[in-house]
């Protein structure tokens, strides 16, 4: 009986802190909550939006990743806007959904869909030499198509996937388009190059040693964020080398947005950042807007080699503005996609290549 009363009496003294340290617990999940509609609603209001009413009619787009997230959303504002479009993507379900969607929502039939995997030198290649073949112009390109990290291996190539991907097969892309963009253009209508990379640069490396391979980063988000900064670098070089050419490139950072890229890492786990993210900073809607303006604002078509953010000019890493740095990147990204000093001397030429 004793001993009864003891455990009793121990109980009843160790509520009050039992129901304090609740309490503790609520403030603080509270305070977060608190924290992330603060964060939500400053986002929601500083979010940029592309103001440009410009018509696109008779200039041809190509969206790489133009049939899901961002991409379907820039891909459908330019058809609506009169612009033949090209999306391009791996899956030919997925390109074949987002061509109706562009198609049914932009009132534009004028749009079609190619197939595109940007972790194939042969299929980058391939699309290239379609696009130069059967295309009249090419007014812009917006290079949106990446991954995030569905895990560290090599591509039949011998590259890593995600570099591959998201750094690597744009700039094959691009050089090998760049005389369709370079007849294209005019002093008064320059052909645009848009990049899409990300937050994650500032905590990117451009190690030559390490450019690419299996193994050389933990955890693995940073060869995402390796080839975020790599795209940064590329479009500090390749404006250099497009002076005199009627053709501007410049490069994004769409911020947090949700769209399907977190999956990568875990179904379930990609689905609530998804939402989460979609709900504190930017829907892939949102997230459109900077490319968008980029691709339309008559002043952002001034200008070239530059970061924006928000439909403004930014500053990224200041490691993504060395020119030792992306001039070494370019001479081993073009080894590593075997384009020759004499093959790309040609890319900057007016004509097939």
Same mark, same amino acid.
């Given at each position: 009986m004793n001993d009864s009363f003891n455990i009793n009496t121990k109980l009843r003294r160790g509520l009050p802190q039992y129901r304090h340290e609740r309490a503790d617990m609520l403030i603080v999940v509270l305070l977060i909550v608190a924290c992330a509609i603060v964060v939500a609603l400053y986002q929601k209001q500083t979010n940029g939006v592309c103001q440009s009413r410009?018509?696109?009619?008779?200039?041809?787009?190509?969206?790489?990743?133009?049939?899901?997230?961002?991409?379907?959303?820039?891909?459908?504002?330019?058809?609506r806007r009169g612009a033949r479009v090209i999306v391009a993507c791996?899956?030919?379900?997925? !390109?074949?959904?987002g061509l109706a969607h562009v198609r049914s929502r932009s009132g534009n039939d004028d749009v +079609? &869909?190619?197939?595109?995997?940007?972790? %194939?030198?042969?299929? +980058?290649?391939? &699309?290239? #030499?379609?696009?130069?073949?059967?295309?009249?112009?090419?007014?812009?390109?917006?290079?949106?198509?990446?991954?995030?990290?569905p895990g560290d291996f090599l591509t039949r190539d011998g590259l890593s996937f995600i570099m591959q991907v998201n750094y690597f097969g744009t700039f094959q892309l691009?050089?090998?388009?760049?005389?369709?963009?370079?007849? %294209?253009?005019s002093p008064e209508?320059?052909?645009?190059?848009? *990049? #899409?990379?990300?937050i994650a640069h500032w905590i990117g490396t451009a190690d030559m040693k390490r450019l690419t !391979?299996?193994?050389?980063?933990?955890? #693995?988000?940073? +060869?995402?964020a390796n080839s975020k900064l790599?795209?940064?670098? &590329?479009?500090?070089?390749?404006?250099?080398?497009?002076?005199?050419? *009627?053709?501007?490139? *410049?490069? +994004?950072?769409?911020?947090?947005v949700g769209t399907r890229i977190f999956e990568s890492l875990n179904k379930l786990v990609g689905i609530v950042l998804n939402v989460a993210v979609q709900c504190l900073f930017k829907t892939a809607r949102q997230g459109a807007q900077t490319a968008l303006h980029v691709a339309l604002d008559e002043a952002a078509g001034r200008v070239s080699g530059q970061l924006f953010k928000n439909c403004a000019v930014s500053r990224g890493a200041a490691r993504a503005y060395r020119d030792? #740095?992306?001039?070494?990147?370019?001479?081993?990204?073009?080894?590593?996609?075997h384009l020759t000093p004499a093959h790309i001397e040609k890319c900057f030429l007016s004509s097939t290549f």
């Open positions: 410009r018509r696109l009619d008779g200039r041809t787009a190509i969206v790489t990743g133009g049939t899901s997230g961002m991409g379907l959303h820039i891909a459908e504002e330019l058809a791996p899956f030919p379900a997925e !390109g074949a959904a +079609v &869909f190619k197939l595109l995997d940007l972790g %194939s030198l042969e299929s +980058v290649r391939a &699309f290239a #030499t379609h696009v130069l073949a059967t295309e009249q112009r090419l007014d812009i390109l917006v290079n949106n198509a990446g991954v995030g990290v691009t050089l090998l388009l760049l005389p369709l963009l370079i007849k %294209s253009g209508d320059p052909s645009r190059i848009v *990049n #899409t990379s990300s !391979g299996a193994g050389h980063y933990w955890p #693995t988000v940073r +060869v995402y790599c795209l940064v670098l &590329f479009t500090h070089e390749l404006a250099k080398r497009l002076r005199g050419t *009627n053709v501007v490139v *410049n490069c +994004v950072d769409p911020g947090a030792d #740095t992306a001039l070494q990147l370019w001479d081993e990204s073009a080894r590593l996609v």
